[in-house]
């Protein structure tokens, strides 16, 4: 039975779908004016883990990932480039694209742009204009009047008297309370026409909370199981999403039907013990750690730690999860498996691996698990037990998006300490073989030495040598 860390309730809660057997979930994605760095493929990956174990367990997943593509941090860069704003962002969603493809993520089911639901985004601004939960400020703004929520803080811990105006943004010439956020921002004079987009209150464009909300709620209903999220977000993106939902709801009544059950968050990714982010200049994109790292080993290295623990992040960080893979395909490779459609899993390592998995999606025991279970085939003497473990290991690690290549693609892939291409050291093998024929195995012997300090191990096999990184 999976249990999930709720971060709404700050425990582990036992996960009961609002409609059995079908799961809606939304997690918060990329604004889109720069490529991706790490810390956004933590987030992804880490969603994509949830939504394959779900998907896994039987669940039918209905799985949203958002794209921001009007934000003040767009505008700026486009009028840097002196570019539209669709083009700016169409480019850098492409560019998301690719990186989420090459890291093996699932397509969301629906990725919706905020452009594409401004209309959504005015209804939900009106309905909490209705309900008082809103206001026209004298500077054309539309804010939410957060004291008009009593439950404002229940995500994050926070009450409102504890809040001050130095943990929000400062009061504008509008606002009634420094804790109100804005809904619909007003058009400035300067920005260029494709920002703004006409309202019942004068031209402008949406807030970012409100994107979240009127997207989620849109395509997933008004309350829905999941949101997810990077631990940033929790406060104020999300607690704010859920002031605006509920408050267009229900007004600032009891709320009967929660925004959302579950709420989960992931942690970041650190670099000097500092966050990673844009902000303090210390990110790497995630292309520019895929020109040294596999991108499996990039998977792994996310997916060893518990999604909810900062990650610290370092090259050799990601030595170690290359030596980590190439352990486990190594196990798959010795065993020489053939994929079998009618395979069943060896119960015990299964129910090993799913009782880690569904207790709060703890890759970190799910894993160890695995590194086991490669022991295991190692140590077993006939054959058939070898390749029946094997199975097992690949199919459990398929469930996360690990180990599913041909053992050689990854184990012959490049690093960033050798240059040798896989033309050159199979030149180097035929080179070996020759003098071996001629019986100078001194030479035999030199050219194996020095493919090692190359980083390329060789295996004598019955069949011929096969070779792989180090």
Known sequence: MLSIYNTLSRNKEIFKPIIPGKVRMYVCGMTVYDFCHLG???VMIVFDMVVRWLRASGYEVNYVRNITDIDDKIIQRALENKEPI?????????????????????????EPRATQYI?????MIGRL??????????????????????????LSGKSIDELNAGERVAIGSGKRDPLDFVLWKSAKPQEPSDTRWSSPWGDGRPGWHIECSAMSC???????????????????????EIAQSEGAIYGSNPVTKPFVQYWMHNGHIRVNQEKMSKSLGNFFLIRDVLQQFDPEVVRFFMLRAHYRSPINYSDS???????????????????????????VPNAQWAQRFSDAMNDDFNTPEAIAALFDLATEINKADDLKTKQDLALTLKHLAGMIGLLQRPPN???QSGTPHTGLSPQRIEEQIAARQAAKLAKNFAEADAIRERLLKDGVILEDKPGGTVWRRA
């Open 218 to 240: 849109e395509l997933l209903g008004q309350h829905f199981d999941i949101h997810g999220g990077g631990a940033d977000l929790q406060f104020p993106h999300h607690e704010n």
């Open 119 to 123: 209309s959504q985004m005015q209804g």
């Open 129 to 154: 204009i209705d309900q008082q939960m809103a206001y026209q400020a004298e500077d054309g703004d539309v804010n939410y009047a957060v004291r008009q929520f009593p439950s404002y803080g229940k």
């Open 317 to 343: 960080q990601l030595e170690e999860a290359r030596t980590g893979l190439v352990r486990l395909y190594t196990a798959i490779h010795q065993s020489n498996i053939q994929d079998a459609d009618a395979f």
């Open 86 to 110: 669709a083009a700016l962002t169409q480019r850098f969603i492409d560019a998301m694209h690719a990186d989420a493809k090459i890291l093996n993520l699932l397509p969301p089911d629906h």
């Open 40 to 42: 956004h493929a933590r």
């Open 409 to 411: 693609d990854f184990l």
